[in-house]
């Protein structure tokens, strides 16, 4: 996967990470929520562009 891929997949998953994490902070009201699901969502976008989520064939 090339650079400006890797970075649009980066920025598109900001996105649920403000609103996700916005609304968990409202709704609890804790950091520690907020933080669970940023850490949560890092490792997610981190072992999607890591390629490990492939079906085992190459493109």
Do not use: N, Q
């Not at 598109?12 to 996700?20: A, D, S, T, Y």
């Not at 409202?26 to 490792?43: C, F, G, K």
């Amino acid at each position: 996967m090339d650079l400006p891929r890797k970075l649009g997949i980066l920025i598109v998953m900001m996105v649920p990470g403000f609103v996700i994490g916005g609304a968990l902070w409202d709704l609890t009201h804790s950091w520690i929520a907020v933080w669970i699901w940023e850490i949560l969502l890092a490792i997610g976008c981190g072992y999607f562009l890591a390629g490990r989520k492939s079906s085992g064939r190459k493109a």
